[in-house]
């Protein structure tokens, strides 16, 4: 395992679709311009460029080209190798490990297990690493779960736990995205993210993540699939990774983009002018296979997100794949309710139409045509949801265990009356 280092280049590899093995898709260089942001710098190898089966790790900012492509976003990373890059989770996990805070963005690529969202890879030597045979299994779980809990207090390591096995149990899993603390296991052929319970958490995280899956998949939303596990008194969620597809010779990776850099968007506070949902849908349109359907399906997100006061629903929450060459819309995931004071307006994070981030009925029609939906279809699509939330999240809770107790406490999530409250532009 390499130690800290203030490496300012990388080679990044690529699964092919179809294909279970890297191949070296280019190399990035992260440098510092004379003002002193950071730059990224991009170029595809011209072995890669001369095969028949190439396809560009990003199809709109880093299309198949000799060009050296560059970028000040997001720290010099851009969009497509960021999706592949731990965030607040790994980013911990892997300081714990090395024994050091602040690590540059290329130690936190080098530094991440394989198991990271999409099909890109990175390393120090022009040949890329075999892929990983040995993941995770659910059995692990317990012990994953109380690593987990070690690094979220940020006590000492156990006695015995050296850094190879942090590496090896919480380590599968740091690449993946988010904030909650997880870990990627495999069970009955697949992978799946498991998601642990946080101390701070105002309810059973893990139920109810895999109850608002199902109420959504009953309000028409694709979902990935979620089950539930119970590991001494805790529940973890698990939650099927649709970037991942079993095969003979091993995973299978579908390339994956977050909306953040299909917006070409930056995460601090003074540059989410582009976080909408309206410009998301328009980028659809551009990159996905089938612009109508995911059209639909991103407007439904829209509607369930509000109508369950998911105000968590930020561009990494929302991405697209390609398990083969087309693109599309992936499966709804990290659905979670939340409930805020007010009652009469709620923002997503996320603009939804003219009236701003509002999560009101008029604010989420007003933009319909950019979903290509007529007015009434995008009416009665949201209708439905609504009904479907306000007849059902009770028992859909209720029947995988979510306690009556935590119904209690989210039940001022659904369906808010601010959603229909009469507006001044009405
Ligand atoms: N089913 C899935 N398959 C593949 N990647 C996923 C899946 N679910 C989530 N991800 C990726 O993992 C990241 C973290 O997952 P998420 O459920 O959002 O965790 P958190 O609650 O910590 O934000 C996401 O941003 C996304 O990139
Ligand atoms: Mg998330």
Not at 194 to 206: I, L, T, V
Not at 341 to 349: F, G, M, P, V, W
Request: net charge negative; hydrophobic share 35%.
């Amino acid at each position: 395992m390499i130690s800290r280092t203030s490496r300012n280049e990388c080679f990044v590899y690529f699964t092919l679709p179809r294909e279970t093995e890297f191949v070296t898709a280019g190399k990035f260089e992260l440098t510092t311009n004379r003002q002193g942001n950071p730059t990224g710098k991009f170029v595809y190898g011209r072995s890669y460029l001369e095969r028949d089966d190439a396809v560009p790790i990003d199809p709109l900012a880093l299309k198949l080209s000799t060009k050296t492509y560059e970028t000040h976003l997001l720290n010099g990373v851009f969009g497509a190798l960021r999706d592949a890059s731990p965030d607040y989770w790994g980013r911990r996990v892997i300081e714990k490990y090395v024994g050091q805070t602040e690590l540059g963005e290329i130690d936190y690529l080098l530094h991440s297990p394989d198991d990271r969202a999409g099909a890109l890879g990175f390393g120090l030597n022009r040949e890329p690493p075999a892929p990983r045979r040995r993941f995770n299994q659910t059995i692990e779980l317990e012990r994953l779960q109380a690593l987990a809990e070690i690094i979220i207090a940020d006590e000492e390591l156990p006695e015995g736990a050296d850094a190879e096995q942090i590496q090896g149990l919480v380590g599968g899993g740091t690449s993946m995205g988010g904030a909650r603390p997880k870990a990627v296991v495999e069970d009955d052929n697949a992978l799946w993210i498991a998601k642990f319970r946080h101390p701070e958490d105002k309810w059973n995280d893990a139920r109810v993540e895999h109850a608002m899956l199902l109420l959504a998949r009953e309000c028409g939303l694709q979902t990935a699939e979620s089950k539930l596990v119970s590991i001494g008194e805790h529940d973890v969620v698990l939650i099927k990774r649709f970037d991942r597809e079993h095969s003979k010779t091993g995973y299978r990776r579908g390339r994956m983009l977050s909306a953040l850099t299909l917006l070409r968007a930056d995460e601090n506070y003074q540059n989410r002018d582009n976080w909408s949902y309206v410009l998301l849908v328009e980028e659809l349109r551009r990159v996905s296979s089938q612009p109508r359907t995911d059209g639909l399906e991103l407007f439904r997100r829209m509607c369930f997100n509000a109508l369950i006061s998911n105000v968590d629903d930020h561009p990494r929450n929302h991405a697209v794949v390609a398990m083969n060459t087309d693109w599309k819309l992936s499966p709804a995931y990290d659905l979670t309710p939340s409930t805020p004071i007010s009652i009469e307006r709620r923002d997503l994070a996320l603009e939804c139409g003219d009236m701003g981030r509002y999560a009101h009925a008029e604010n989420l029609l007003s933009q319909s045509a950019r979903f290509l939906l007529k007015p009434d279809d995008a009416r009665n699509t949201m209708d439905v949801i609504e009904k479907t939330i306000t007849a059902r999240w009770y028992d859909i809770a209720r029947k995988v265990g979510v306690t009556e107790k935590d119904c209690e406490r989210i039940a001022g999530a659904f369906v808010y009356p601010g959603f229909r409250l009469e507006t001044a532009a009405q």
